[in-house]
């Protein structure tokens, strides 16, 4: 995340603090790659390149968004259902994001921590 990114995060969570007495909730939407005419996703779809298929290896979902998977999130963050949610960001990604850190095998953590490699 660029440190832009990370002041809008910030400024959510403070507007939150400051506006959630007055019944005010502030939470935001991250979107990843949706497949739109601006965006690329459509393309990136047929495309067969090495990023290609390193994005959908890495994508623990298999596949690039559809605009009905940001508008439903709004619409969740809209809904009396999240009622008690303020201050978050929710990520529309396919879990793209949770797999930014290699976690290695149960194996070689075992190894290292018995100092054997």
Do not use: H
Not at 84 to 102: A, F, K, V
């Amino acid at each position: 995340m660029g440190a832009a990114k990370a002041g809008l995060v910030v400024l959510l969570k403070t507007l939150a603090a400051e506006w959630g007495r007055y019944g005010i909730r502030t939470n935001a939407v991250a979107a990843g790659t949706i497949e739109t005419n601006m965006g690329g996703g459509a393309e990136l779809k047929q495309e067969q390149s090495g990023w290609t298929r390193a994005f959908f290896a890495r994508t623990p979902l298999q596949r690039t968004g559809r605009p009905q998977d940001v508008v439903n999130g709004i619409l969740f963050l809209c809904s009396p259902a999240a009622s008690y949610i303020t201050g978050e960001t929710l990520l529309i990604d396919g879990g793209y994001c949770s797999t930014m850190w290699e976690i290695p095998d149960s194996d070689a953590m075992l190894r290292m921590v018995r100092g054997q490699g």
